[in-house]
C-alpha cells in the first residue's frame, strides 16, 4: 500500500560523498517521521538517521557531522547527504516510513534498499 522507491546508491572512493534520495507514495493520510537504516554484511539493521514531521533530525553517533538528512513531508521525500566515507559505511541504506493510514492507524513501511560501496 506503500512504496518507498530510493536512489543515489553506488560505488565511491574513500573520502568522496553520495546523497541518498526517497519518495513514498500510496496510502498515507499523513507522516511521522522518514529516516535511512542501513545493514552492513553480518551486521544488523540500525538507525542512521531520521527526521520528524516538525523537522527535528537524531543522528548515530558515527556519521554525526558527516551526514545530514533533510526532507520534504508535502513531497513525501527524505534525502540523505552523506560526505566524507569511508568503508565503514559500506552497507545497504534502508528508507523508512513512519507513517498514519487513518488518522487512528499507524503504519511502517520500509524501502528495498540501495547499496552503498565505499572503496579504500
Known amino acids: 500500500q506503500v512504496h518507498l522507491a530510493e536512489s543515489g546508491g553506488g560505488l565511491v572512493q574513500a573520502g568522496g560523498s553520495l546523497r541518498l534520495s526517497c519518495a513514498a507514495s500510496?496510502?498515507?493520510?499523513?507522516?511521522?517521521?522518514m529516516g535511512w537504516y542501513r545493514q552492513a554484511p553480518g551486521k544488523e539493521r540500525e538507525l542512521v538517521a531520521i527526521?520528524?514531521?516538525?523537522?527535528?533530525?537524531n543522528y548515530a553517533d558515527p556519521v554525526k557531522g558527516r551526514f545530514t538528512i533533510s526532507g520534504d513531508n508535502s513531497k513525501k521525500t527524505v534525502f540523505l547527504q552523506m560526505n566524507s566515507l569511508n568503508s565503514a559505511h559500506t552497507a545497504v541504506y534502508y528508507c523508512y516510513l513512519d507513517s498514519r493510514l487513518t488518522i487512528y492507524v499507524r503504519q511502517d513501511s520500509w524501502g528495498q534498499g540501495t547499496q552503498v560501496t565505499v572503496s579504500s
Open positions: 500510496g496510502r498515507i493520510f499523513s507522516i511521522n517521521a
Open positions: 527526521i520528524n514531521s516538525g523537522g527535528s533530525t
